[in-house]
């Protein structure tokens, strides 16, 4: 991929994921995430921009993350060039593409390029997207986006780590423990599935940071923090996904 067309990619306001040309400044992608489709909601939906009415929304709001990985997207294991992007406070989701090669970037291949999204629909847990991912190996030899599960959930209120593999969500389905992994710290609560309610104690996880401390280019710890003021690691060094847990015996690490 050496000679490939160099690109710069940004979330907006307008509900897009821009992929611009760094050597003239075209626009050769714009990805708009589904869950920004709204019929039911005049004030939230992607149509909310065209009211006489409107007032800022953030929409894809969050910086993405670019890694390469060596992944089976339906055609076999190859490595691909994989963006993860989300919507920050636009909206409680998460999304991968595939960028590999921006000559391809069309309509006809948009099944190619949008590999899945993640969303509150999902997955209760997740909240607003604040989180930027991090991508990378993961000890059971999946590849894998990371991230806090971020704010006002409507779930259990509790602040969460998700590890989604990218393989995961090809098919438009998410089942937990096999397409993804959830992490709970145990801390928070909610009411009426309603973090704004005054008697819920909602916690969220901010933005992780993965670790490879044994040097072979897996990940083996991940760090976060949380509304609550707690540091947590998390140990993800096991081969099976079943004993990633919450390090120091789901203590805080401060």
């Known amino acids: 991929n050496i000679n490939r067309a160099e690109m710069v ?115 209760a847990d997740l909240g607003f997207s604040f989180s930027k991912p991090s991508i990378g190996l993961m000890p059971n030899g999946r590849w894998a986006a990371i991230i806090g599960n971020g704010y006002n959930n409507t779930g259990d209120g509790q602040a969460k780590l998700f590890i989604l593999f990218l393989d995961g969500g090809l098919d438009g389905v998410w089942t937990p423990g096999t397409d993804y992994i959830e992490i709970s710290t145990g801390i928070g609560s909610i009411v009426n599935n309603d973090c704004i309610d ?27 923090s949380d509304l609550k003021g707690n540091m947590w690691a998390f140990d993800v060094s096991n081969s099976s996904a079943a004993n990633w847990t919450v390090a120091y015996s789901g203590q805080p690490l401060f």
């Open 9 to 123: 990619y940004l979330g907006a306001n307008d509900g897009m994921l821009h992929g611009f040309s760094a050597a003239d400044g075209s626009e050769t992608l714009a990805y708009i995430p589904g869950n920004l489709f709204s019929s039911g909601d005049p004030l939230h939906g992607l149509h909310y921009l065209t009211d006489p009415a409107y007032t800022h929304r953030f929409y894809v709001d969050l910086a993405s993350a670019v890694e390469d990985v060596y992944i089976n997207t339906g055609t076999g294991t190859y490595w691909h060039t994989v963006l993860v992007g989300g919507e920050r406070a636009g909206g409680k989701g998460v999304f991968a593409l595939d960028i590999t090669n921006p000559a391809t970037f069309s309509e006809a291949n948009a099944s190619q390029i949008a590999l899945w999204e993640f969303t509150n629909n999902n997955d």
């Open 198 to 224: 005054p008697t819920s104690d909602c916690n969220g996880l901010s933005t992780p940071l993965a670790a490879d401390i044994t040097g072979d280019h897996v990940i083996d710890r991940i760090y976060a």
